[in-house]
Structure formats: C-alpha cells, structure tokens
C-alpha cells in the first residue's frame, strides 16, 4: 500500500515537470507501467487485495466488485509475473496506451501450477491540465491472458 502511495505521489510531482528523489522511474516511463504490473501482483502475493484492486484504477476492474475480485484470487497460494518487452505507448483523446507482455506463474492452495500469457494495456493521462494525480499514474485499463501449460 505505501508502495502505491508513494507512485501516486510521484506522479502529481512528475507531472509537473519536477524530478523527485526516490521515485524511481520517471513517472511517464515505460518502466513505471511496468512497475504498475508488478506492484499488482506483489499486492496479490500479499494478499493486499485493496492494493491489487487500485491498480486498476480508482474504480476497479471492469465489471467487478471488490467481492468478486477478492473471491477470483482465494484459492492462490502465490505468484511470480515475468515482463517482456512494453511497446511504445500510443496516444489517443489525452491519454497514452502501453502494452506490457507478461509471463504469470501461480500456485493454487492445492498445490497445483498454473501458467498464463499475455498482457495488460496501461494507461495514463497525458499532461492534461487538472489532472488528478490519479489521473497521471499509470493503471491498469484491461488484461488479456490464456493459460497455457504450466512446466
């Protein structure tokens, strides 16, 4: 949860053109999408799942309620997310796109693997005046990941 604070925060600061110590990276960058995926399954590791849920977005996934995403992940033991090369983001009405390739291990309370690739589109406001620092962190806007055999 700090960790998710902490990205809200640098992103108001970045956004104003400002550097800040301790960001990390910059707040527009690929790799800050990409720390946005890891962030999300390091939160559901954790079973943070209030974590996990934000980076969707202040409202959530799509078609879900907190219940049900809870209730999706409460039979996973753990997971490892593997990030492949993010493509350059596209711009479209004030916001940027990025596609971030992931690779997800998962381990079921019973002990079993579980696989899964695909990916997750990003995005982000572009510098629109009055954004909420919401608005300009990074977020999750959609996944699209099939199982594949675990090995």
Not at 5 to 32: F, M, N, V
Request: hydrophobic share 40%; aromatic share 8%.
């Amino acid at each position: 949860m700090i960790e998710d604070e902490i990205a809200r925060s640098c992103a108001l600061i970045q956004g104003d053109g400002a550097s800040a110590p301790g960001c990390g990276p910059e707040s527009t960058s690929k790799e800050a999408a990409a720390e946005v995926v890891k962030r999300y399954y390091s939160a559901i590791d954790a079973r943070d799942f209030d974590t996990a849920w934000q980076q969707w977005g202040d409202d959530g996934p799509p078609r879900q309620t907190r219940e049900t995403f809870r209730a999706g992940f409460a039979r996973t033991q753990s997971t490892r997310v593997t990030i492949g090369a993010v493509t350059d983001g596209e711009g479209a009405a004030g916001s940027i796109f990025l596609t971030v390739p992931v690779t997800v291990d998962a381990v079921v309370d019973s002990g079993r693997h579980q696989k899964f690739r695909g990916h997750y589109i990003l995005r982000r406001v572009n510098g629109v005046d009055g954004a909420s620092a919401s608005q300009l962190r990074w977020h999750i806007e959609s996944a699209a990941l099939k199982a594949v055999a675990a090995g």
